[in-house]
């Protein structure tokens, strides 16, 4: 996603996500709870450690039939980072994150027949690529 992304110690890490649900469907209220990001930063020792940035409960409204991606598809706007942390893995050292990241979320919607496709990101000073989309029936 980020490849071998560099965390300097002090760094602000962010994280987020988006989704969609493409094609005909209801007015959705989707939920996303529980929801984190952990990366996975490797020190210059060698030795990995979780860098895990927590995500606010967020309720969003996907409208009737919309095919838009919720809160943005823009990958650089704020709205498409929920949560932030700042690094102290590896104390006052840059490290690196070449495994990537893994996002959890708990999805709920009043819409429990179509899909909701979700892809996430970080960054640290970047853009943030997007991950590959998942899709989840809440």
Known sequence: MEGNLPIPAGSTVRAG?????????????????????????????????????????????????????????????????????VSKVCGTQTGHAPQGATFTAEVCSNDAVNKVHIRFHYSDRSSGSWSETKSVIP
């Open 17 to 85: 996500y988006d989704f969609t649900m493409p094609g005909n469907h209801p007015d959705a209220h989707v939920t996303f709870m529980n929801g984190s990001v952990t990366v996975h930063v490797t020190c210059p020792d060698n030795s990995v450690h979780p860098l895990t940035i927590s995500l606010p409960t967020q309720t969003h409204d996907d409208p009737l039939n919309s095919n838009a991606w919720y809160p943005s598809g823009d990958q650089s706007k704020p709205s498409v980072y929920q949560g932030s942390l």
